[in-house]
C-alpha cells in the first residue's frame, strides 16, 4: 500500500515535466590550461592539445582556428486538459569558441577562448561533470 | 441532374472546408491554436519548407498567404524523395514519441569509429591521401607546405517517458491522462575531424585526428 502510494505521488509531483540536454562538440577547451606563448606555440602544438579545428579561415598572412562547442538545457512542464491549460519552459544555452591566429610561418600570434560558464550553469540544470 | 450538381458542390465544400486554410483549420487555429496540443494547422499544412523534426511537423508560413488552400510547394511536398524522406521521419517521430525508451542516430560523412586507412601513413603522396580519403572538407595551401582538413558529424540522442507519452493519451478516454509523464532527452552531436599536414613537396608528414568524447556530461 505504501508503495503504490508512494508511486502514485513520485508520478504526480513529476506530472507533466519534460528535460532536455542538448550538446553540441567538445568544450575541452574551456577545462583546459594549456601554456601556449604567442611567438613560440605552432599550429601543431594547437593540434596536438585540443585536435583538429571545427573551423578553418585564412587569408594572407594570418590563419584562424576555431574551436566551438554549445550546451543547452530545456526544463518544461506542460498541463493539459483536452488544451493545453499550463505551458512553461526554464531553458539556458552556452556558447564556447576558441579562436587562435597563427601567422605565415603556422606560428601563433595570439588566441582567445571564451569563459568558463558560471558553476550554477551546471549545478541547476543537472550538466555537471 | 441538379440533384448530383448539388451534392458535387456539397463535395467540393467538404473538401475545401477541410483543406489548410478551411473552415474547421481557420476556427481551430483562431480559437485555441496557442494552446491545442497539435499548435496551429494552418502554417504546418499550407507553409512551405515543411520537415518532421524532433518535435513533430514544422512548415514555415512566412510571406504566404494563410488563405491558401494548399502549399506553395505542393508537388515537391507529395512527389519528390524529400517527402517519402519526411514520411519516414514522421513515422520515427511517432513511434519515439510513444516508446518509454527510444535512441537514435544520425550520421553525416565520414563515422567517428571507422580508422584510418593503414596506407595513410607518413611519407605518401597527396594523390594517395586524396584517393584514400577523397576530397577534403577545407584545404588550405601555406608557403611552406599545406593540410586537408576532414570533418564529419554524427548525431546520437535517447529518450525516455515514464508514464503516459502525449500521442497514447490521445487514445485513452480519460481527461488529462497525458499529465502523467515525465519525459528525459539527451542529445549529443560529435564531430570525427582527421587533419593531414604535407610538406612543399605534397608529401605528407603527419596526420591528426580526433573524435570527441562523448556522453561525459549526459
Known amino acids: ?129 | 441532374m441538379i440533384r448530383r450538381a448539388l451534392g458535387l458542390a456539397l463535395v467540393g465544400l467538404a473538401v475545401f472546408a477541410l483543406t489548410g486554410c478551411g473552415l474547421i483549420t481557420m476556427m481551430h487555429d483562431s480559437v485555441i491554436g496557442p494552446i491545442s496540443p497539435v499548435g496551429r494547422v494552418n502554417a504546418v499544412t499550407v507553409g512551405t519548407d515543411f520537415r518532421v523534426t524532433d518535435t513533430g511537423p514544422v512548415a514555415e508560413l512566412g510571406a504566404d498567404a494563410r488563405l491558401r488552400p494548399v502549399p506553395r510547394d505542393m508537388i515537391r511536398r507529395m512527389a519528390m524523395p524529400s517527402s517519402f524522406w519526411a514520411l519516414a521521419q514522421g513515422l520515427e517521430f511517432f513511434l519515439t514519441s510513444t516508446s518509454p525508451v527510444a535512441t537514435r542516430e544520425t550520421r553525416a560523412g565520414r563515422a567517428a569509429d571507422v580508422p584510418l586507412p593503414a596506407e595513410l601513413h607518413p611519407g605518401v603522396p597527396v594523390g594517395t591521401a586524396l584517393a584514400l580519403l577523397g576530397p577534403p572538407d577545407v584545404w588550405v595551401r601555406r608557403s611552406g607546405g599545406s593540410f586537408m582538413l576532414y570533418r564529419g558529424i554524427s548525431e546520437r540522442g535517447w529518450s525516455v517517458y515514464v508514464g503516459v507519452p502525449p500521442p497514447v493519451g490521445w487514445f485513452i478516454p480519460i481527461p488529462g491522462i497525458t499529465n502523467l509523464r515525465y519525459s528525459y532527452r539527451s542529445e549529443r552531436e560529435r564531430a570525427s575531424k582527421v587533419m593531414l599536414f604535407f610538406d612543399e613537396q605534397d608529401v605528407l608528414v603527419r596526420v591528426s585526428a580526433s573524435a570527441e568524447d562523448s556522453g561525459k556530461r549526459e
Not at chain 1, 509531483?13 to 568544450?27: F, M, P
Not at chain 1, 601556449?36 to 584562424?64: K, Q
Not at chain 1, 518544461?76 to 493545453?84: A, G, P
Open chain 1, 1 to 129: 500500500m505504501r508503495r503504490a502510494a508512494a508511486a502514485l505521488l513520485f508520478s504526480l509531483a513529476l506530472s507533466g515535466c519534460a528535460y532536455q540536454v542538448r550538446q553540441i562538440g567538445d568544450d575541452r577547451f574551456l577545462h583546459g590550461g594549456f601554456a601556449w606563448e604567442p611567438g613560440r606555440t605552432t599550429v601543431g602544438d594547437v593540434v596536438d592539445a585540443l585536435g583538429p579545428p571545427d573551423v578553418i579561415r585564412w587569408s594572407a598572412g594570418r590563419l584562424l582556428f576555431v574551436y566551438r562547442s554549445e550546451r543547452r538545457a530545456v526544463a518544461s512542464l506542460v498541463l493539459t486538459f483536452y488544451l493545453k491549460l499550463f505551458s512553461g519552459e526554464q531553458g539556458r544555452q552556452e556558447d564556447a569558441t576558441l579562436i587562435a591566429a597563427f601567422d605565415d610561418r603556422d606560428v601563433l600570434l595570439y588566441y582567445g577562448v571564451s569563459e568558463h560558464p558560471r558553476e550554477d550553469f551546471a549545478g541547476d540544470l543537472g550538466i555537471a561533470k
